[in-house]
């Protein structure tokens, strides 16, 4: 009886101790491992997104411990979803990231054009030669050198450091290759060499730096090297020469093609803003159609991102706003410019399809800048206020909204795209206190 008084007055049986303890500890360890599982799923969460962010990175880069510790599952990852390929080495991590698109205008580096682009490579070329130290002024030289031949003559490329705009270029590159990794200043400064071209002792103005070697070996993100090529048979001109540095192998077989369809989606959608139904081929688009659920889902829980599906298209957004090179709605002039001429061209696009006589021109978005500025113009920076700047704006706010894939743009004018109506200002309602009607001006998505 007393056994079972002690049951019914909720103490526990003989040996039961024992067990409880146990199962404590079960517990316990499980919810450590729990968490332990929690905590590696977010740590290569963020060392993926670190990678699609800086392909190029060194170890000063905060989340270069991360991607060491995890390397071999984000290289199995990149292989299988996308086919690019990443080489971690002790002190630089390359993702050989490329665009699905090679000749797509909106991608590079900022505020590159054919002639800084040309510099850079030529740097590289001086630094792949050089001694593992090596001055600003000797670069310049040695460039020189480089910057002579004919070929690039041909094509009307000169370059002497005769002048302070030639001078302020090469700084430019020079800093670019700072800003990644390439070199590192050991001693001295840009500035001066810029603004003094005297090479007596006292007027010297130079910079020293390190070469990192692997990191300038991680430059070029090709499958073929340029060199590879003999001289009669290297490609003549730039689309050819694209492609053939960047053209991967794909099986001769069904499988083989449905795995180059799947890592070329991938591809868009963890680099490209949106992906629209209607700009893929016949096959690819049949292949989204039918896989894009699944696709999304798999992608956006290994990058922390959230799918979009629309009816002409998927976007893997990022709440966060971290994990894109140019970020709307953000701050500034320029920024709020753009937000208002989104939110026009949206409201242009809620209306219907327009005849081509009617589609908005680069002129009309000056115009439409022109008459926000009354309105808005208080709160813009001085400069932007001044008489005759609304053409600039307007250049640089269709820019921002074509690198977003929000328009298209030819020389019919400026087409808006569907996911430019996540920027469409809803109708103002007037309600009655308490209600739960949406507020006026509440922003809403309305691309289906």
């Known amino acids: 009886m007393s056994s079972g008084s002690e049951q019914q007055d909720g103490q526990p049986r003989r040996g039961d101790g024992g067990r409880s303890d146990g199962r404590a500890a079960r517990a316990e360890s499980q919810n450590i491992g729990l968490h332990q599982a929690r905590y590696v799923r977010e740590e290569v969460s963020t060392a993926l997104r670190a990678l699609l962010m800086t392909p190029l990175m060194t170890s000063a880069h905060p989340d270069f411990a991360a991607v060491r510790r995890h390397s071999e599952t984000l290289r199995e990852w990149f292989a299988r979803e996308t086919g690019w390929i990443l080489n971690v080495e002790r002190d630089c991590a390359r993702l050989f990231k490329r665009p699905a698109d090679l000749l797509d205008p909106t991608r590079g580096f900022p505020d590159y054009d054919k002639r800084r682009y040309i510099l850079f490579c030529l740097a590289c070329a001086v630094l792949e030669r050089a001694d593992p130290q090596i001055t600003l002024r000797v670069l310049g030289d040695r460039l020189l050198a480089f910057a002579a031949e004919p070929s690039l003559n041909d094509v009307g490329f000169s370059f002497t450091l005769q002048t302070h705009h030639e001078r302020r270029e090469l700084v430019a590159v020079c800093r670019h290759l700072l800003d990644i990794g390439v070199l590192v200043r050991v001693a001295g400064e840009e500035e001066g060499f810029v603004h003094h071209v005297s090479e007596t002792p006292e007027h010297l103005h130079d910079a020293l730096y390190d070469i990192q070697r692997r990191v300038l070996a991680g430059i070029l993100a090709a499958v073929r090297g340029p060199s590879t090529w003999a001289a009669e048979e290297a490609p003549q001109d730039l689309e050819q020469r694209l492609q053939a540095l960047t053209n991967e192998h794909v099986p001769d077989s069904d499988e083989?093609?449905?795995?180059?369809?799947?890592?070329?989606?991938?591809?868009r959608l963890l680099d490209d803003p949106v992906v629209y139904t209607d700009s893929l081929d016949a096959n690819t688009r049949a292949y989204f159609l039918n896989q894009r659920g699944a696709m999304g889902a798999r992608l956006s829980e290994a990058a922390g991102l959230i799918a979009e599906q629309r009816a002409e298209g998927l976007a893997l957004a990022d709440e966060t706003g971290a994990l894109t090179d140019l970020s709307m709605p953000a701050e500034g002039t320029e920024a709020h410019v753009t937000l208002l001429v989104a939110e026009h061209l949206a409201g242009r696009l809620r209306e219907g399809n327009e005849p081509e006589h009617q589609i908005p021109t680069e002129v009309d978005v000056t115009n439409f800048i022109e008459k926000a500025r009354e309105r808005y113009g208080r709160y813009w920076r001085k400069s932007a206020r001044e008489p005759g700047t609304q053409r600039e704006l307007a250049r640089i706010a269709l820019e921002r909204l074509r690198k977003l894939r929000l328009i298209s743009i030819s020389?019919?004018?400026?087409?808006?795209?569907?996911?430019?109506?996540?920027?469409?200002?809803?109708?103002?309602e007037i309600r009655e206190t308490g209600t739960s009607r949406k507020s006026a001006g509440q922003r809403n998505s309305d691309a289906q």
Not at 256 to 267: E, K, Q, Y
Not at 415 to 428: D, E, N, T, W
């Open 411 to 428: 020389a019919n004018g400026v087409r808006p795209l569907p996911a430019i109506s996540r920027f469409a200002v809803g109708q103002a």
């Open 256 to 267: 083989g093609r449905r795995t180059a369809t799947r890592r070329d989606l991938s591809r």
